[in-house]
């Protein structure tokens, strides 16, 4: 069998989706080596996305930037479908939402979240018209649909109109480096990041569906009415829309107790998650949750938004809140720092359920589909 996978989340710095593409394509190379598998991108490879798949030395996995790469602006309608003739995939893997607009092959796309359709509200524009022209289509075309969660799913099911059976939830996984580290090893990367001893966490990309005006309120609100002083480190890379985040932290008097750490790579973030007192997570909508379940991996006791996918991921083993409700997340937190000893029982619960999860278990379930849609007859897996 040979697979094309959509390369284009890994051509700059690795958030959630390219994270999702490297670890599956290379578990999926892993796993079946009498198999080839293909990261096919108009645009060169992030550096360091490239020089891990190198490592993994793996002959059965290869990065391609197709020629086709000087018409990118057509990429999805012309080149790719150009190169994948020539290439002679079997189906072809679009990771990040989008497949060509073709019949010929089979593809399979994962449809992450659907949070530009569903808050339209916490995003550009021009993403949510893209959105709102381009799923609808790709649903219709791809031959199978896979989803992080069960409540992703559904939410696919209702909104796009989509048979269920044409719809796979296969979940992700937090990455192998995420382990716990002794608390004296963080402190060289901690001292260099501007983080104290005692600190909570939010790791993410900023944007306005994570809900840091929320969290920012409820940390105000532990400075002001409690005796505790923790620092609040917020780590990842500005996103968008983020006006009243930066308009709060200017008039709130919480400035010389926030750090903004930016981008971080995973060294850093690892050595975070392992010592913080907590990792505080209030976002409105996920399709998965991969920063709370990469916490819990290192052992952080978590606090993350009652919402369906984090619920479905996360289980018992984090403390769920409203996430818009500033005062039960402030007592939420402050009862945390308080007890010792449900910080360490929710620390050793997240390493249980982060156990469940492997990007081995993710890649045979992906496989798994790759190959039922293979062995179906043209036309039979059309089931929308």
Same mark, same amino acid.
């Given at each position: 069998?040979?697979?094309?996978?959509?390369?284009?989340?890994?051509?700059?710095?690795?958030?959630?989706?390219?994270?999702?593409?490297?670890?599956?394509?290379?578990?999926?190379?892993?796993?079946?080596?009498?198999?080839?598998?293909?990261?096919?991108?108009?645009?060169?490879?992030?550096?360091?996305?490239?020089?891990?798949?190198?490592?993994?030395?793996?002959?059965?996995?290869?990065?391609?930037?197709?020629?086709?790469?000087?018409?990118?602006?057509?990429?999805?309608?012309?080149?790719?479908?150009?190169?994948?003739?020539?290439?002679?995939?079997?189906?072809?893997?679009?990771?990040?939402?989008?497949?060509?607009?073709?019949?010929?092959?089979?593809?399979?796309?994962?449809?992450?979240?659907?949070?530009?359709?569903?808050?339209?509200?916490?995003?550009?524009t021009?993403?949510?018209r893209?959105?709102?022209?381009?799923?609808?289509l790709?649903?219709?075309?791809?031959?199978?649909?896979?989803?992080?969660?069960?409540?992703?799913?559904?939410?696919?099911c209702?909104?796009?109109?989509?048979?269920?059976?044409?719809?796979?939830?296969?979940?992700?996984?937090?990455?192998?480096?995420?382990?716990?580290?002794?608390?004296?090893?963080?402190?060289?990367?901690?001292?260099?990041?501007g983080?104290?001893?005692d600190?909570?966490?939010?790791v993410?990309?900023?944007?306005?569906?994570?809900?840091?005006?929320?969290?920012?309120?409820?940390?105000?609100?532990? %400075?002001?009415?409690?005796?505790?002083?923790p620092?609040?480190?917020?780590? !990842?890379?500005? /996103?968008? @829309?983020? &006006? #009243?985040?930066?308009?709060?932290?200017?008039?709130?008097?919480?400035?010389?107790?926030?750090?903004?750490?930016?981008?971080?790579?995973?060294?850093?973030?690892?050595?975070?998650?392992?010592?913080?007192?907590?990792?505080?997570?209030?976002?409105?909508?996920?399709?998965?949750?991969?920063?709370?379940?990469?916490?819990?991996?290192?052992?952080?006791?978590?606090?993350?938004?009652?919402?369906?996918?984090?619920?479905?991921?996360?289980?018992?083993?984090? %403390?769920?809140?409203?996430?818009?409700?500033?005062?039960?997340?402030?007592? !939420?937190?402050? /009862?945390? @720092?308080? &007890? #010792?000893?449900?910080?360490?029982?929710?620390?050793?619960?997240?390493?249980?359920?982060?156990?469940?999860?492997?990007w081995?278990?993710?890649?045979?379930?992906?496989?798994?589909?790759?190959?039922?849609?293979?062995?179906?007859?043209?036309?039979?897996?059309?089931?929308d």
């Open positions: 069998m040979r697979v094309g996978l959509d390369g284009y989340p890994l051509s700059e710095p690795r958030t959630g989706v390219g994270h999702y593409t490297l670890e599956l394509a290379r578990a999926l190379a892993l796993i079946s080596p009498q198999d080839e598998f293909e990261l096919v991108s108009p645009a060169p490879f992030d550096p360091e996305a490239q020089r891990e798949i190198d490592r993994a030395n793996l002959p059965n996995l290869r990065t391609v930037n197709p020629r086709a790469s000087s018409i990118r602006g057509h990429w999805w309608s012309f080149g790719l479908p150009l190169y994948a003739r020539k290439a002679g995939f079997d189906l072809f893997h679009g990771t990040n939402f989008d497949v060509p607009f073709w019949k010929r092959r089979r593809s399979v796309v994962t449809i992450h979240d659907l949070s530009a359709l569903l808050h339209p509200d916490k995003h550009r021009r993403m949510v893209r959105a709102r022209l381009r799923l609808p790709v649903v219709r075309v791809a031959d199978t649909i896979i989803t992080p969660t069960e409540s992703v799913k559904r939410e696919v209702q909104r796009l109109s989509v048979k269920a059976g044409k719809v796979t939830a296969i979940p992700s996984a937090a990455r192998v480096g995420f382990r716990p580290i002794p608390f004296a090893q963080t402190v060289p990367i901690r001292k260099r990041l983080v104290e001893d600190f909570l966490l939010f993410g990309t900023l944007e306005p569906r994570k809900n840091l005006v929320t969290l920012l309120k409820a940390f105000e609100q532990i %400075l002001d009415e409690t005796s505790l002083g620092q609040l480190v917020i780590a !990842g890379g500005e /996103g968008w @829309l983020m &006006d #009243e985040l930066f308009a709060f932290t200017r008039k709130a008097a919480i400035a010389d107790r926030l750090c903004l750490t930016g981008y971080l790579k995973d060294d850093e973030l690892c050595a975070l998650y392992s010592s913080c007192k907590a990792f505080i997570y209030p976002s409105i909508y996920e399709g998965f949750g991969l920063p709370p379940l990469e916490a819990m991996a290192c052992g952080a006791p978590v606090i993350a938004g009652r919402i369906p996918a984090l619920e479905e991921i996360l289980g018992s083993a984090a %403390l769920l809140v409203k996430p818009m409700d500033v005062e039960a997340l402030a007592e !939420g937190i402050a /009862g945390l @720092l308080r &007890d #010792e000893s449900r910080r360490n029982r929710l620390g050793s619960a997240g390493q249980e359920q982060t156990a469940k999860f492997s081995e278990r993710t890649a045979c379930l992906t496989l798994d589909v790759y190959r039922k849609l293979l062995k179906t007859p043209a036309g039979d897996s059309d089931q």
